[in-house]
């Protein structure tokens, strides 16, 4: 059996990060990818784009080196620009080879059940994806059973959807870029909304995400968090679309989609949402003040000029509490991700309640040699982020290569 000081599975953002810092410390290690580089990013939907500016993809050894940093990269050029930087170091990744089970030796370390033989190792990084299931949100299960859902993960375009109007459950990121698309494309859009806050593309002639860094808040750990399943809030409404602009819930309904409460379910052809509305909107713009106050302090103890923030315009709830289904097409779920470690990994007192993993600057505190990265709030918020990935990257090689070195003292 072929023996690794390290095996990593995954080979997107936080993968070939690691990798990267291992090659430079000199550590025997490979990258296992069940698909292809960049698998995750190949997945999402056509019209993609990040949501941060190109200046924000800082992964170790290789920034963006473009000549649109203000930009925002496509789906098919973020996959071109990580396979550019696995080739730019010569990262040991092995595409097309399948994990399909994990043990841990009584002496240390790990046996590696892949598509292609066992592969033993020291230690082992899980760089499988911030999230690796898609939520299904209650009572998804009582929508007629022929009207078509889809979940975010499998949407592709307007064009792949049947004819007809579309219902929109969940109203993150995914959810609005993907009600705006469907929108733009003259399709009729019924968006269901949960807590979602939202802050403007651009502040003061600055990018909304220079003001996130500079202000600290993308630093903030995760006991910033008023609890742990704070983690689970979506990230601000703005879209990298068409040069990047703002995307929030008034935006979408100015554009003609019809916003409704949270989603409780459907029966006799009809869906059902909670009159919540008002308190979700009203949520969101409480967030989005205490966003822009935190900026203001920013620019004060910086010396910047202020920023200039208007008030929210006022917001009508008037919102339908029943929804006929006859005439839509589809509805789309959009109901986030979770992390899914449990149903691969055999150690179930490894991860809290929420799924994720329980570890210390990216280590596990249960599982010696084991390490996490790509995680939402690993270290920081930005941690599952091609902004911050590469830090908490540096951290994990570096414990692995002092776990090498203690075991060879």
């Not at 170091?89 to 033989?117: C, I, K, N, Q």
């Amino acid at each position: 059996m072929e023996e690794l000081e390290a095996a990593v599975i995954g080979a997107g953002q936080a993968g070939l990060a690691v990798s990267h810092e291992l090659v430079l410390a000199g550590v025997d290690h490979a990258v296992l990818e069940r698909g292809r580089i960049g698998e995750t990013w190949r997945r999402r939907w056509d019209s993609f784009c990040l949501v941060t500016p190109n200046w924000s993809v800082q992964l170790p050894g290789f920034p963006y080196d473009g000549d649109d940093p203000d930009g925002f990269m496509v789906r098919d050029d973020i996959v071109a620009y990580l396979e550019r930087y696995a080739r730019s170091f010569g990262a040991p990744v092995r595409e097309g080879v399948a994990v399909e089970a994990v043990e841990r030796r009584p002496a240390g370390g790990f046996t590696l059940r892949t598509s292609s033989g066992a592969v033993g190792a020291a230690s082992l990084v899980l760089a499988t994806g911030a999230y690796q299931r898609p939520h299904r949100i209650a009572g998804a299960d009582a929508l007629p059973p022929g009207l078509p859902q889809v979940d975010a993960a499998n949407y592709r375009n307007p064009g792949a959807l049947p004819a007809g109007h579309v219902l929109v459950i969940g109203s993150g990121q995914t959810g609005a870029q993907i009600a705006e698309e469907l929108r733009a494309a003259g399709r009729r859009v019924w968006l269901s909304c949960g807590r979602t806050w939202w802050a403007p593309r651009r502040l003061a002639g600055r990018d909304i995400f220079w003001w996130l860094a500079e202000s600290g808040f993308m630093a903030q750990p995760v006991t910033a968090l008023p609890s742990p399943a704070a983690r689970l809030i979506s990230n601000p409404l703005v879209t990298g679309h068409e040069g990047g602009h703002d995307l929030d819930l008034r935006r979408l309904r100015a554009m003609g989609v019809t916003l409704t409460g949270r989603f409780l379910g459907a029966g006799g052809g009809e869906a059902r949402f909670a009159p919540d509305l008002a308190e979700s909107v009203a949520w969101g713009d409480a967030r989005h003040r205490e966003l822009m106050d935190l900026f203001r302090r920013t620019a004060a103890e910086r010396g910047l000029e202020q920023p200039q923030v208007a008030d929210p315009e006022p917001f009508d709830p008037t919102a339908p509490e029943l929804l006929g289904l006859a005439g839509f097409g589809a509805v789309i779920v959009t109901g986030g991700f979770r992390p899914d470690y449990r149903s691969w990994l055999p150690w179930p007192d490894a991860f809290d309640d929420l799924g994720f993993p329980l570890q210390h600057d990216g280590e596990s505190t249960t599982v010696p040699g084991l390490y996490f990265l790509g995680v939402h709030f690993l270290r920081t918020r930005k941690s599952a982020l091609l902004m911050g990935v590469g830090e908490d990257a540096t951290v994990v090689a570096g414990k692995i290569v002092a776990r090498g070195e203690s075991r060879t003292s």
